[in-house]
């Protein structure tokens, strides 16, 4: 049997680390190229700590699709980053290609969890960060 046609598992706590970052959040591959026969494919999960958030970026090519575990999201986009959707445990999210935009933790007390897919690949353009006092009801820590 050839090596393409056996299914490859990741077990928990042996995803792959090395994945690209944005800020705050951070991001843990179980499947893509990185450590798996994947070649369209990216995906993994992410959190960010209470309060924290992304560095505004966007992922080249790649269309995502993200559904929250745990917590409360919200996504900046738009012009200076002044439109956003709110996302909470159950929600699904489509982000298009080369979209600029960042995920903040609405809570300063609750971890953030995210699973997410990418296709070709996991892309992460860091872009010049903005002040969080310019981000519509954004909080630190």
Same mark, same amino acid.
């Given at each position: 049997?050839?090596?393409?046609? $056996?299914?490859?598992?990741?077990?928990? +706590?042996?995803?792959? =680390? @090395?994945?690209?970052?944005?800020? *705050?959040? #951070?991001?843990?591959?179980?499947?893509?190229?990185?450590?798996?026969?994947?070649?369209?494919?990216?995906?993994?999960?992410?959190?960010?700590?209470?309060?924290? $958030?992304?560095?505004?970026?966007?992922? +080249?090519?790649?269309? =995502? @699709?993200?559904?929250?575990?745990? *917590?409360? #999201?919200?996504?900046?986009?738009?012009?200076?980053?002044?439109?956003?959707?709110?996302?909470?445990?159950?929600?699904?999210?489509?982000?298009?290609?080369?979209?600029?935009?960042?995920?903040?933790?609405?809570?300063?007390?609750?971890?953030?969890?995210?699973?997410?897919?990418?296709?070709?690949?996991?892309?992460?353009?860091?872009?010049?960060?903005?002040?969080?006092?310019?981000?519509?009801?954004?909080?630190?820590?």
């Amino acid at each position: 049997m050839a090596s393409n046609t $056996r299914i490859v598992v990741t077990r928990s +706590g042996g995803e792959h =680390t @090395g994945t690209s970052q944005s800020g *705050g959040l #951070a991001l843990v591959t179980g499947v893509g190229p990185q450590h798996t026969p994947a070649t369209k494919l990216w995906f993994g999960k992410a959190s960010n700590k209470p309060g924290f $958030r992304s560095l505004p970026h966007h992922h +080249g090519e790649a269309e =995502t @699709g993200a559904y929250v575990l745990s *917590g409360r #999201a919200r996504i900046y986009f738009g012009e200076d980053y002044q439109e956003f959707v709110d996302l909470s445990e159950g929600d699904f999210m489509f982000v298009p290609p080369f979209l600029p935009h960042l995920e903040a933790n609405m809570s300063t007390t609750d971890e953030l969890w995210w699973i997410a897919c990418r296709s070709p690949e996991n892309i992460v353009v860091n872009l010049a960060d903005v002040a969080d006092a310019s981000l519509p009801g954004y909080r630190r820590v």
